[in-house]
């Protein structure tokens, strides 16, 4: 009988994630699950109203309600002084003038201007006391005018949201090179336009939003538990900006988080209410969003408008692309807002094309809706649908295939400097669409699709070749767009004396891996297995500074900073072991979890240095310290650049507009893998926000009152497992060339490289009848409607 193979568990291997035992049998520890001793409840009531001047508050009702400690309004925040939610990202305009940033307190003050808005918070006992009481504050409003679309928002004679914003412009902004691009045009053999929709999406992680402050009057220092993807910056922005405090009296856990994808980088005002609150009644307030509360205020995605035109030769050679967008940001600036549509989003537009020339200009505007901010691929979605878009329908207009038109314009070379900023380092842009076509096989769609039509349905191929930008970096570069935090991360590696090892990292793991992915990385360089390895994360008390999770930074930024942290442990551990084999440290090599006399046999294992470290027999202590434990940050040179062709194919009904996929194919160039069974689920979970938005998410105003009318799951439909196939997943390798892992991220790309192919995919099906465009999401009435359309146009 053979011995069992022994099981990989370092770089490459397929490792079983540690964290998902406490999560699948319920012994995750959430916000909500924190209960703290004489915790209260905190309810708030938020405008029925999109927009309204608030004429009075009577809360005397309910201070005398059952079980009511306290209830708090705008004018007591006021009176004590505290800022506004701040902005992290200053935006400059084409003018060379600072965006216009009006004051967004915690509580409504004066004036609300979205439904949702925060009036009141009542604090009670109990939840179900504080619900109760809301009920008998007297709120009078003087209701004003609405506007809830962002291209009417910059109207003449549109309601005026901000006195600082009188247009209802944030900013205009462009990037590129105008006057080339308007020469291209003048002289090109065809241009294409289209007018594309980027419709809002609300993000619905299955955690609910939820806070507890805490307040110590015994050190006059705060606690503030909350489901949040950066506790540093929440405690940055919470400290200098909004409450004026010395770092060191407050701290930040981020305990396990259900979801974010995005929503949950921010600073929420609730979040500011309740760790004030809880000075206020001197115990600790708790807060948890209820579903409908989500719907309403966590930050919505997307959200544009745009104009795109292509110019082109007589080859089908792109010469320039011109893009004119207006952004809705909602009614108050959101954390990295402002970032979103420009800096994040039209740097991106050259996707993975050889356009000499792009030029961009962006209207970011204000509106009677919930603020807009990063969701999912923040930007980078948006810009790779304006990109593919366009150039599936370049190609349909110049009657040349959706392969050869973008073989004829790939980049090929590298490093690629682009017209608008970004310098790709590596790519293999063809590899990964050879890959997609093979698997998709696109070879076999003609016979697909005649069998399609026998059963009276269309069939479609929609491609969709993106490229986004992670790991936003370096961070003087990007303070100088406008960041107003450092991007590097931190790794702390801790070796125990017994050889066990503790990694403390910046970054923060809500669904993405990092308790494995991490462990993984620094067992391999350590020889350690890594069941011996703990990640902590998520705690400004324990926690060196960091930045947190977003942007598929994770591993490239996060992982970087650990390994250059491993990399002055073996450093360390080569003196050591140089003392305990009597040679020089010049001459020890470490490797496969030994330390060893270069061209000899000769060596210690790295537990046994781990516990010289700290029993420091036999090494002088004038020469080195005792311990075994270091500290790095990392600051990349450059953004990463994860790529790949995405083919979908559907099936139409015509008679009911109902569009199935057929098959979902990804083929994407994420760098070295650390571990691919993560990075295929990653893949898996992104195509399916990225098919929701295709097909189904949409989150709409009423116009005229601004009330949210998609407020709940019977008005806003998410993608179920019936709607989607198994997906046909592969990768290419191109490791990043400038960070010592050569990793790139994924966690994004499925949300990015999707809603194009399908949106692709269903005008192809639909070419026939003559419908050249649809906008998102392709929902069944919508497609229906296109196919009369067209038959009546016809």
């Not at 009904?653 to 893998?673: K, L, Q, R």
């Given at each position: ?403 050869d038109i973008r073989r004829r314009n790939f980049i090929t070379q590298f490093p690629y400097q682009t017209p608008v900023a970004l310098q790709y380092d590596v790519g293999d842009f063809n590899a990964c669409l050879d890959g997609a076509v093979e698997l998709a096989d696109v070879a076999g769609f003609a ?348």
């Open positions: 009988m053979n011995a069992p193979a022994e099981i990989q568990t370092g770089i490459g291997a397929s490792v079983r994630r540690k964290e998902d035992y406490r999560f699948v049998t319920g012994s995750g520890r959430y916000t909500d699950d924190i209960q703290l001793q004489g915790q209260t409840f905190a309810y708030f009531l938020r405008s029925p109203h999109a927009h309204a001047n608030i004429v009075s508050i009577d809360k005397s009702a309910a201070l005398a309600a059952p079980g009511v400690l306290a209830v708090l309004t705008g004018d007591d925040l006021a009176a004590d002084k505290l800022g506004g939610v701040p902005c992290g990202w200053l935006i400059t305009d084409v003018n060379g003038q600072p965006m216009k940033e009006p004051p967004h307190p915690a509580l409504a003050h004066g004036k609300v201007r979205y439904v949702g808005d925060q009036v009141a918070v009542i604090i009670a006992s109990t939840y179900l006391q504080a619900k109760e009481a809301s009920e008998r504050v007297d709120v009078q409003y003087d209701v004003l005018p609405a506007v809830v679309d962002a291209s009417d928002a910059i109207k003449a004679g549109a309601p005026v949201l901000h006195d600082v914003a009188p247009d209802n412009r944030c900013y205009k902004w462009s990037i590129g090179d105008k006057a080339a691009v308007d020469a291209a045009f003048a002289g090109a053999h065809h241009v294409t336009r289209l007018e594309l929709s980027n419709n809002r999406l609300i993000p619905n992680a299955m955690e609910p939003r939820a806070a507890i402050g805490h307040y110590s009057r015994g050190d006059d220092s705060y606690t503030l538990y909350v489901a949040n993807q950066n506790p540093h910056v929440e405690r940055l922005l919470l400290t200098a900006f909004v409450m004026g405090l010395p770092e060191h009296k407050m701290r930040v856990v981020a305990p396990d988080v259900g979801g974010g994808f995005g929503s949950k980088i921010f600073l929420y005002a609730e979040d500011v209410v309740v760790t004030w609150a809880s000075k206020k009644v001197n115990r600790p307030v708790k807060w948890t969003a209820e579903r409908s509360e989500s719907f309403l205020t966590d930050a919505h995605g997307r959200d544009h408008a745009t104009l795109a035109e292509m110019a082109v030769d007589a080859n089908g050679k792109f010469l320039a692309m011109r893009v004119h967008t207006v952004a809705n940001l909602g009614a108050y600036l959101s954390t990295f807002a402002t970032s979103v549509p420009t800096i994040l989003y039209a740097t991106l537009l050259a996707g993975q094309y050889s356009t000499p020339q792009i030029y961009c200009e962006v209207d970011g505007v204000f509106t009677n809706t919930a603020p807009v901010d990063a969701y999912r691929g923040a930007g980078r979605p948006e810009a790779a649908y304006v990109v593919e878009r366009l150039v599936s329908a370049v190609g349909r207009e110049m009657k040349i295939s959706d392969i016979a697909r699709r005649e069998e399609s039509k026998k059963r009276g349905k269309l069939r479609g191929l929609g491609y969709s070749t993106y490229i986004e930008a992670c790991g936003l970096a370096p961070s003087n570069i990007a303070g100088a767009l406008g960041a107003r935090a450092g991007l590097y991360e931190v790794g702390e590696v801790r070796v125990n004396p017994t050889g066990s090892i503790t990694v403390f990292t910046g970054s923060h793991s809500h669904g993405q891996g990092h308790e494995t992915t991490f462990a993984q990385i620094v067992g391999e360089r350590l020889g350690v297995p890594i069941d011996q390895i703990d990640i902590v994360h998520g705690d400004t008390g324990r926690v060196p500074f960091g930045m947190g999770t977003y942007g598929s930074r994770s591993l490239a930024v996060g992982g970087s900073a650990i390994m250059k942290a491993v990399d002055k442990i073996v450093a360390k551990g080569k003196k050591i072991a140089a003392h305990l084999l009597e040679a020089s440290a010049g001459d020890i090599e470490f490797k496969d979890g030994k330390f060893t006399i270069e061209g000899t046999d000769r060596s210690v294992p790295f537990s046994q240095v781990a516990f010289s470290a700290y029993v420091p027999h036999n090494y002088p202590l004038a020469e080195l310290e005792p311990g075994l434990n270091e500290t790095a940050f990392y600051d990349p040179t450059n953004f990463t650049y994860p790529a790949g062709a995405h083919i979908c194919e559907v099936e139409v009904d015509p008679d009911t507009g109902v569009v199935e996929i057929a098959a979902m194919t990804a083929v994407d160039d994420f760098g070295n893998i650390i571990n691919p069974m993560i990075v295929e689920g990653q893949v898996h979970g992104g195509l399916a926000q990225g098919i929701g938005q295709a097909l189904m998410e949409n989150c709409v105003y009423d116009k005229e009152s601004g009330q949210l009318l998609s407020g709940s799951y019977l008005d806003y439909s998410m993608p179920r497992a019936e709607d989607l196939p198994s997906f046909k997943v592969g990768n290419r390798v191109t490791p990043c060339s400038h960070n010592p892992l050569g990793v790139k991220g994924c966690g994004e790309a499925g949300a990015i490289g999707s809603p194009p192919a399908v949106i692709n995919a269903v005008i192809d099906a639909l070419g026939p009848l003559g419908v050249t465009h649809i906008d998102m999401p392709a929902t069944p009435h919508r497609v229906w409607s296109a196919i009369q359309s067209a038959k009546s146009s016809a």
